[in-house]
């Protein structure tokens, strides 16, 4: 894989396009938490993920990491699939990780990953890597992007 200004530029454009999927999903798999945790969480227009697509695609060093896991995950196939489980696993939870920030939300991310993950399967043409890419981008922007209550305030923790 050779990755340079316009395949990073290209792989914005694909993460941007897939918005009726990803959003889709986040929006699943935030009601699926929110239920579970017993709280109000806000639903995501496709609008309000492309803003956020563009943000993570503005920091170039952030931006060719995430070019690169996607173009990865888009191409990733294994004869049989269950060897390769694995690897799609450690890459879609890394990108979900990226894309969601900083601690803790990038371990938050991550753990989400593996939620939206059994929420997602691939049609039996698709390569194996794709439903990982679309939990992981959901699950990265679902946890970016506000609408949880407990991130829209000041942490009681703050230390002045």
């Known amino acids: 894989m ?14 941007r396009e897939r918005a009726p999927v990803v959003v889709a999903l986040l929006n699943e798999t935030r009601a699926e938490l929110a239920e579970r945790f017993d709280a ?11 803003d956020a697509v563009d943000e993570v695609f503005a920091d170039g060093d952030l931006a060719v990491n995430v070019a690169a896991l996607v173009r990865l995950l888009r191409e990733l196939d294994v004869e049989d ?23 803790p939300l990038r371990l ?21 890597g794709l439903d990982d890419l ?14 949880w209550a407990w991130t829209e305030s000041a942490s009681p923790f703050g230390v002045e």
Do not use: I, K
């Open 108 to 128: 938050l991310g991550e753990a989400t990953f593996h939620y939206a993950d059994v929420l997602t399967e691939a049609d039996a043409d698709d390569p194996a």
């Open 81 to 103: 699939d269950y060897p390769g489980f694995v690897v799609d696993e450690l890459l879609g939870r890394e990108l979900a990780g990226m894309v969601a920030g900083t601690q």
């Open 2 to 15: 050779h990755l340079t200004p316009a395949v990073v530029a290209a792989e914005r454009e694909w993460v």
């Open 40 to 50: 109000d969480v806000a639903e995501v227009s496709p609008d309000q993920y492309r």
């Open 134 to 147: 679309d939990a992981a981008l959901a699950a990265g922007f679902q946890t970016r992007l506000p609408g």
